[in-house]
């Protein structure tokens, strides 16, 4: 990293904000870049005053938060020039955190700046008088698992946890959609048309229940958001028991009739209404963790006190790290490498006697530190009725392990595309019935959240998406060849009115065995499809390009990946 000292600032850059040339990476190291003008406002004023510089200056503007991302929405790989694009660091300063009460309108929320992480927004949440649950405090009804993500960040690609209702505890008055679907109001850096200089950049805030709002709730990115206020709920006590003895014919069985197979997933979650599946390749026992809301302790769990409860996770062994080091150079190690982290996922459970956890929400919610093994994903949320959830997880999971056994056969050694686990969970959707207005309008949704709701998922009684992730190591012989014909099949496979497919913003989407995610024109087509069809003109694809760039004068929150995705739908463009 360069310091401030020893490079000279961007010419009549505001003297009273912090600017320097720094490093760049996002999460799995695919993107990174040696220096970029990274500046540190203070205060929203300061964001402002650097907006207006960048575009005055022929910059273009990217916030940036804790970078725990895949796709490239803050930068791109290998760009031809970093020396015009500017990151807003909002980590350092815009990290406020205020409580609001209750109101005869609307329930508690949370004020926040973007720049505030997860984990310090559920700590202060947790330590809020007023709250009536079981546990102390506020929450949310799922999360993230990592605890380390900012809070603008997430809400740009509508982030999300594993949880679907399930009464008569685990049924909260409130959306099991995603994060971005509890924003209640937002205060963004935008150009004002109707202003005398509609070229300047300034704040406004915008409430839910103003049909615009819709817009920036899930916006990828292509608008610079400083402060959100999010629905909360009361705090609530929740039990998390990881399960590894049960054989994947079992956890992915066919669906046989109404009730789902014993000890399946849509059992467990018929049960508990809170599953993940981390399933590493060519192993027969994934690590399936069930969540179950539970006032009182049970028998036989233990209380946490803290959230991040998986050491063994979070710091692999010297010796295992190594053996990682050699995976892309020998592939066949795939097969070792799988039953190891099985073996350590089971062992290490029992070690640190986490099978059986219980405590306040975010305790067991927020689970995965920076330290965790860092590895690229593909991710698509599939859009379903609730009854087809079992049959989907078990159609994939047959689909991938036939992909597997047909990469193993490629060549003299076998071909090894992917060696970390398939993960999956499950969450409702973004229902605008389920979030008060702050205006007495229409409360709306996302408009390009994964998880809308609409007159499609109405039509054909779709009520919860099933999200699916592969796992591999950066850099992995033939994972796009992978990632590409996994994507194809998915695609083929769920359609309408079964199910409908919708990429995982912040993951690797829209594959080319060529040059790998973001990359397909065709993938692309489809999703702004996805979001024209069954809409209605103020409310689909074309109407939230328009009101962004309503906002944005100098189209300056422009990625390289906003440029590509954000054309009108029927585009040519790829």
């Not at 964001?47 to 803050?74: D, E, M, Y």
């Not at 929740?238 to 994947?248: A, Y």
């Not at 692309?524 to 979001?531: A, H, N, S, T």
Request: aromatic content about 10%.
């Amino acid at each position: 990293m360069e310091s401030v000292s020893n490079i000279k600032s961007p010419d009549s850059f505001p003297a009273n904000i912090p600017i320097s040339r720094q490093a760049y990476s996002n999460w799995d190291g695919s993107i990174t870049a040696s220096a970029v003008w990274t500046c540190t406002p203070k205060n929203a004023d300061d964001v402002v005053a650097a907006c207006n510089w960048a575009a005055q200056n022929g910059f273009t503007v990217r916030p940036k938060g804790i970078a725990h991302n895949w796709s490239p929405l803050t930068i791109a790989a290998k760009q031809p020039d970093y020396n015009k694009i500017l990151l807003v660091d909002t980590t350092v300063s815009l990290n406020s955190i205020q409580m609001i009460p209750a109101t005869d309108s609307s329930g508690p929320a949370v004020k926040v700046g973007t720049g505030a992480t997860l984990g310090q927004l559920m700590e202060f949440l947790e330590k809020q008088p007023g709250g009536k649950g079981t546990a102390p405090g506020f929450s949310f009804p799922h999360i993230p698992a990592p605890g380390h993500l900012s809070i603008g960040g997430m809400l740009a690609i509508n982030a999300h946890g594993s949880a679907i209702p399930t009464p008569p505890l685990d049924h909260f008055a409130t959306t099991y959609g995603s994060m971005s679907n509890r924003i209640l109001s937002l205060t963004a850096v935008i150009t004002d048309p109707t202003s005398a200089n509609p070229n300047q950049y300034g704040l406004k805030t915008f409430l839910r229940g103003d049909h615009e709002t819709t817009a920036f709730l899930t916006q990828l990115g292509r608008v610079m958001i400083v402060e959100v206020t999010l629905q909360v709920i009361d705090n609530f006590n929740l039990r998390c028991q990881s399960i590894t003895n049960l054989d994947k014919k079992v956890l992915f069985a066919n669906q046989q009739g109404i009730t789902p197979p014993l000890h399946s997933c849509a059992d467990f979650l018929s049960k508990s209404g809170r599953i993940e599946i981390i399933w590493f390749p060519y192993t027969d026992n994934p690590w399936l963790k069930v969540w179950t809301v539970e006032p009182i302790q049970p028998s036989g769990s233990k209380l946490v006190t803290e959230p991040n409860n998986y050491t063994f996770s979070d710091n692999l062994p010297e010796w295992v790290t190594k053996f990682i080091e050699d995976i892309t150079r020998i592939p066949g190690l795939t097969l070792e490498f799988g039953k190891i982290m099985e073996k350590i996922s089971s062992l290490g459970l029992d070690l640190t006697e986490t099978r059986d956890l219980w405590g306040p929400s975010k305790n067991t919610m927020i689970y995965i530190k920076d330290t965790t093994l860092r590895v690229t994903a593909n991710g698509y949320a599939v859009l379903m009725n609730r009854d087809n959830v079992q049959q989907a997880i078990a159609d994939v999971t047959t689909e991938f392990e036939a992909l597997l056994a047909k990469y193993q056969k490629k060549g003299f050694f076998g071909e090894y595309p992917v060696n970390g686990p398939m993960e999956i969970r499950v969450t409702g959707l973004d229902r605008p019935d389920e979030v008060p207005s702050m205006t007495g309008g229409p409360a709306g949704r996302p408009v390009i959240s994964s998880l809308s709701a609409d007159a499609e998922t109405e039509k054909n009684n779709w009520d919860v998406a099933v999200w699916f992730d592969v796992l591999t190591i950066p850099g992995t012989p033939n994972s796009n060849d992978f990632y590409a014909e996994l994507e194809a099949w998915i695609i083929s496979h769920f359609q309408a009115p079964a199910a409908k497919v919708v990429p995982e913003w912040s993951k690797g989407w829209a594959y080319t065995s060529a040059d790998g995610a973001w990359t397909s024109g065709a993938f692309m087509g489809k999703v702004r499809e996805g979001f024209t069809q069954y809409r209605e003109p103020d409310d689909n694809w074309d109407w939230e390009l328009a009101t962004l760039a309503k906002y944005d004068a100098q189209n300056l929150f422009f990625s390289p990946l906003n440029q590509q995705l954000f054309v009108p739908a029927g585009s040519s463009l790829a």
